[in-house]
């Protein structure tokens, strides 16, 4: 089995029947989050790399068909359609490390709609996790104020893969390092560990672990202080380190208790010890609040290492993430279900300094002194340009930072900017509105035998200032 069988039996059922009807034109879905998680004042773009990588090897083969099949408990003849299947679209999409509000599309595809269809879950699984998850670590890079934070998740991520993707977002946001291995040595990031609490309890003494540990490691270490009793560790490990002279760059890591009252100490006794160039580093249950309340309290803490509460983003593990259709065969498309409506046609986000961003219908002409956050990454179903490096979007992160307003970035009750939709895209979403509520109303009035397939509503495409987007979409239903 390929990575198509990855999905969804309802994804499986609809692209056998939009195949067997002969539905095969261009669809549009748009990935979008409806309202950001409580606590959140923005959200930052990730798993488009993930993505792209599914869908340039997408390829439904026998194996997978006959794997549908035995699902399904059909023949795989009755599925031999899907075999060959493979992605052709165009994607558009913000790329990595830009920051994303509510309701502004992460990602677009078009392609014949079986493929758009089957695609779905995959990637609306890479964009909605890896896009928590990043926006959790941004937030802690913003609450350690320029102090290093380092990715201690792997051990309770929700699987490798996701440990794997904690450590890369972790570096794209900002963080220093990362304690998994194969992130480190597959992306190029600093590998960052200590000791575990069994190495200093598999010697007779807490000094004797210091030094087996500092005379295998030579160089800068990190010793665990808290094992037992944590000002005692403290004095040992200053012991230790000025026995051994291995002071500069080393540090010292509390795990547990008072963090910022253990820290205060443990600089006392290191800078009595003639040792203020050792380090105190921090772990044990932190994330973006635990934070921003020792930096806040100036605690003497010099690096935060983060794991399990922003490996699984503990306060918000999931987005209200949504991939809906917009467009089919040139006709735009709504959902108009209670609190769940779509906004229809395809779109373009246009960030504009000193104004909300706006939500324009994508052939409109941009405002001005605005940019677009939708790029074209991936034509006939190959990327258009070589995987983004992490410094990259580190850097598109930082400048879309700096641009937020403060009430957004506060750790403790932010403030989200809103995006506003264009007059143009206001009036196509009015227009369809209306017109699948007329033909709603006829086929309850007519019955069955009158159904309104196939009816065509012109104007519901056609805004004011748009006589020939209209005639060129058609139909609304």
């Known amino acids: 089995m390929s990575d198509a069988t990855t999905t969804d039996l309802y994804e499986v059922t609809m692209a056998t029947a939009y195949l067997e009807e002969g539905m095969t034109a261009p669809a549009t879905f748009s990935l979008f989050v409806r309202d950001l998680p409580p606590g959140r004042g923005f959200l930052v773009s990730a798993g488009l790399e993930s993505a792209l990588d599914f869908l340039s090897t997408f390829h439904i083969g026998p194996e997978d068909t006959r794997t549908f099949a035995e699902v399904l408990h059909r023949p795989p003849s009755d599925l ?33 709609l079986p493929q758009a269809q089957l695609v779905e879950t995959y990637v609306l699984n890479q964009l909605s996790h890896q896009t928590a998850i990043a926006s959790k670590a941004a937030r802690c890079v913003l609450a350690a104020a320029g102090r290093p934070v380092v990715d201690f998740s792997l051990r309770r991520t929700h699987g490798p893969e996701a440990g794997f993707q904690c450590a890369r977002l972790g570096a794209m946001t900002g963080f220093a390092g990362t304690s998994n291995v194969a992130a480190a040595a597959a992306c190029g990031l600093p590998a960052i560990g200590t000791m575990a ?100 309290s100036e605690s003497p803490i010099d690096i935060y290492a983060v794991g399990t509460r922003v490996g699984v983003s503990a306060d918000a593990p999931y987005l209200d993430s949504a991939y809906k259709m917009v467009q089919y065969d040139g006709r735009p498309v709504m959902k108009l279900s209670a609190a769940k409506v779509t906004a229809p046609g395809p779109k373009q986000v246009y960030r504009r300094p000193g104004h909300p961003d706006l939500i324009a219908l994508s052939d409109e002409p941009p405002p001005p002194h605005s940019v677009p956050l939708l790029e074209t990454v991936m034509r006939h179903g190959q990327r258009t340009a070589p995987r983004a490096a992490l410094q990259e979007c580190r850097e598109r992160l930082t400048a879309d930072l700096t641009e937020l307003p403060h009430s957004a970035r506060l750790i403790e009750h932010p403030i989200a900017p809103k995006a506003v939709p264009s007059a143009s895209l206001t009036a196509l979403t009015q227009q369809v509105r209306d017109c699948l509520r007329v033909l709603s109303a006829t086929d309850v009035h007519t019955g069955p035998a009158s159904s309104s397939a196939g009816r065509s509503c012109p104007q519901a495409a056609a805004g004011p200032d748009r006589p020939e987007q209209g005639r060129r979409r058609g139909s609304c239903l």
């Not at 031999?80 to 599309?105: D, I, K, N, S």
């Open 197 to 296: 609490h069994s190495f200093v309890e598999a010697f007779a003494s807490e000094e004797e672990a210091f030094r087996a540990f500092a005379r295998t490691h030579p160089g800068p270490v990190t010793l665990l202080v808290d094992t037992y009793d944590t000002e005692r560790g403290v004095r040992t490990a200053a012991r230790v380190l000025s026995d051994l002279e291995c002071g500069p760059g080393s540090a010292v890591r509390l795990d547990s208790g008072d963090l910022g009252a253990l820290a205060a100490r443990a600089r006392t006794i290191l800078d009595g010890a003639g040792l203020p160039e050792v380090r105190i580093v921090a772990s044990g249950s932190l994330d973006e609040y635990a934070v921003d309340r020792l930096v806040r």
């Open 80 to 112: 031999a359609a899907l075999t060959g299947l493979e992605f052709t679209g165009e994607v558009r999409a913000v790329p990595e490390g830009r920051v994303v509000l509510a309701g502004e599309p992460l990602l677009e595809i078009t392609a014949p």
